[in-house]
């Protein structure tokens, strides 16, 4: 069974702030994605990475994946109120065919 | 409509109840999901369609649970004998075709609160 570990769990900072959140599996993903979620509502796709070693930037948010295609970080430079909110990495695995996994989440909270 | 419909959008059930969540995909969407979500966690694996075929059931939590998928599009989640520990939110999810890169648009879920 292929799990996510999604770190940490709980993030509290101040406006202006630098974090990262972390993904990681003991598994090859074949593709990730990360997700955000805000309170009742279904989660949003923010980004997909395909590629080992692959970098994508978002505005203020820049998302890695690992050479080794088992990790990812989700990083937020001079992070916002409206950064708050529910961060979810999901992982399609080899020989799982369309199954995608999510981890815990990691539930964000800027204050100003 | 354009998005992912679910309904209903809160269902209060008593113990040992029946109940039935539905879902409307985007038209044209062959994949569905199913997932589970308790307050503030993670989305929990349920079953997932392409087209009317579920090809892996393997996140239903126990034989209470069935899910089925006609005509390519409307799902129905049932859940038989509602437990306490089945209160949740159940997030539906469609997505183009079920494959290793695609993006799930995902409704804004059906809350279920069995007393």
């Known amino acids: 069974t292929q799990l996510l570990e999604q770190s940490p769990q709980f993030l509290s900072i101040q406006e202006g702030e630098n974090l990262t959140v972390y993904c990681n599996s003991s598994s090859v993903f074949s593709s990730l994605q990360w997700y955000r979620q805000e309170p009742g509502e279904g989660p949003v796709l923010l980004v997909t990475v395909v590629t080992g070693g692959e970098v994508k930037k978002l505005k203020r948010l820049t998302f890695q994946f690992g050479d080794a295609r088992k990790d990812s970080s989700l990083h937020i430079t001079a992070a916002q109120t409206g950064d708050t909110g529910l961060y979810l990495c999901a992982g399609y695995f080899y020989n799982q065919g369309g199954k995608l996994i999510f981890g815990q989440g990691t539930e964000l909270s800027v204050k100003p | 409509g354009a998005g992912v419909s679910q309904s209903p959008s809160n269902k209060v059930t008593e113990k040992g109840k029946d109940v039935e969540l539905r879902c409307d995909p985007i038209s044209g969407h062959t994949a569905l999901y199913w997932y589970r979500q308790s307050l503030g966690q993670g989305l929990e694996f349920l079953i997932y369609?392409?087209?009317?075929?579920?090809?892996?059931k393997s996140g239903l939590p126990s034989d209470r649970f069935s899910a089925e998928r006609t005509g390519g599009s409307v799902s129905t989640l049932t859940i038989q004998r509602t437990q306490q520990e089945d209160s949740a939110v159940y997030l539906c999810a469609s997505s183009f075709s079920a494959d290793s890169t695609g993006e799930l648009f995902f409704g804004e879920g059906s809350r279920l609160t069995v007393l």
């Open positions: 369609f392409q087209g009317n075929s579920a090809p892996d």
